[in-house]
């Protein structure tokens, strides 16, 4: 075949251009990103949108279909090309912007430039040095920067230009914009909103009080800010009552009675089956289900009740947990302790009180061991156990010590060790 005759049957050639690569990602996207430049010239509008489909990008420039991806996907990337499609699924509507691609030449240009005068440009010192004997003369290279480039010169085989820094507006003197009418407004919903999340036992008090201002002034309506402004208690309008609470966040007595027994006879020690029990009632799907099955066995109950009254029963059968107990607290607690022993309070002790504490717990110790040495006698034992509550004490205290050698046979308190 004659050359003339081949170059004619090879087509038209594409543009391309080396050192474009270097910032479109690669050559295949250099190679589509100055064709569609060559085809959007062509256009009568130049700022309307490129009509092409894969197949004529193919037969024009030889880039396959999984070629053409990977180059537009680099070039969407770095803000070069955007992209969208029509009607017609094998068209594409495509958008070289040569806007972006003058500022990123410009960027790769002046990061070379950066470079190359710190290589040509850097100072070389002389340091001689002596021993006594001879001079000797070593080139040391000092690489300086640039005091107001602000730019680092540190380069990468693999990345030849810099990334650009991530620079943020900020506003000199940035202040809240709220509903409030005053600083002092603002910084009293501060404390008010600050004290209601240390109540609730939230942790980080303060970053729920940033998120409800900051939504705020974003425009979202908060019920705190209602609530500061009429003079109610922040959080009261917020609280919802469930059908088996009493007021919200206080079921029915009776019906957290009878999950805490629930636990308690399950083998869960008293504090953990009263833990397990108000975190069920918190949740509004479990306590929903939870108060059906109780109303459904208070049902059971009261009808068993009432055929009971029917038979003659003056007082029928009522499970424990709908008795009247008084309201545990802190308080009730404290004083029951207190009048033990003063050891046994929960109150707070300084140092002073801990060393009377630890003064108090040796006196019973000694006090302990003192009747341990000197047992009570057989017939105050005997005496007290005539009584039923004294025969319970006594033997309860005969098998606490063993160390005095008394036992109990035929109802009698005997010495065990006569001698």
Not at 132 to 153: C, F, M, Q, R
Request: proline residues 6%; charged residues 25%; glycine residues 6%.
């Amino acid at each position: 075949m004659k050359l003339g005759v081949f170059w004619r049957l090879m087509g038209n050639s594409a543009v391309y251009y080396p050192k474009l690569a270097k910032v479109t990602g690669g050559v295949t996207a250099a190679v589509l990103f100055c064709q569609l430049l060559q085809k959007q010239s062509e256009l009568e509008n130049p700022h309307d949108w490129v009509k092409i489909t894969v197949d004529e990008i193919e037969s024009e420039t030889g880039l396959s279909y999984t070629e053409q991806r990977l180059a537009r996907k680099r070039l969407v990337e770095r803000s070069l090309l955007k992209q969208r499609l029509v009607d017609d699924v094998k068209i594409m509507e495509l958008w070289p912007d040569i806007d972006a691609l003058e500022q990123r030449l410009e960027e790769f240009l002046q990061s070379n430039c950066l470079v190359t005068s710190a290589q040509n440009q850097a100072p070389v010192q002389v340091i001689s040095q002596s021993n006594g004997y001879s001079t000797k003369t070593t080139a040391v290279e000092l690489l300086e920067s640039s005091p107001t480039s602000g730019i680092n010169n540190k380069t990468d085989k693999f990345f030849h230009w810099q990334r650009q820094p991530i620079a943020m507006r900020v506003t000199p003197n940035y202040q809240f914009s709220g509903p409030w009418n005053s600083q002092e407004q603002f910084e009293e919903f501060q404390r008010a909103l600050l004290e209601h999340f240390k109540n609730k036992g939230i942790d980080n008090p303060a970053g729920w009080v940033f998120r409800i201002i900051d939504g705020i002034t974003k425009g979202l309506v908060s019920p705190f800010w209602d609530e500061f402004i009429q003079g109610i208690p922040l959080g009261e309008t917020q609280k919802v009552k469930r059908d088996w609470e009493i007021e919200p966040g206080f079921p029915y007595p009776a019906f957290k009675e009878e999950r805490i027994q629930y636990y308690v006879q399950k083998g869960e020690p008293l504090e953990t089956a009263v833990a397990k029990a108000s975190s069920e009632l918190r949740d509004p799907v479990v306590g929903k289900d939870l108060w059906e099955g109780f109303l459904r066995k208070c049902d059971r109950i009261a009808d068993d009740a009432i055929r009971a009254k029917n038979l003659g029963v003056t007082t029928p059968y009522l499970p424990p947990s709908f008795t009247d107990k008084p309201q545990v607290s802190k308080e009730s607690v404290m004083n029951k302790l207190s009048a033990i022993g003063p050891q046994f309070s929960l109150a707070s002790s300084k140092s002073d009180d801990l060393i009377n504490l630890s003064l108090e717990q040796q006196k019973v110790e000694d006090k302990a061991h003192d009747s341990i040495s000197n047992p009570p006698s057989i017939a105050s034992l005997q005496s007290a156990y005539q009584t039923p509550m004294g025969r319970t004490i006594v033997e309860k205290q005969i098998a606490e010590h063993p160390e005095w050698g008394y036992g109990i046979v035929d109802d009698e308190v005997v010495d065990l060790i006569p001698f």
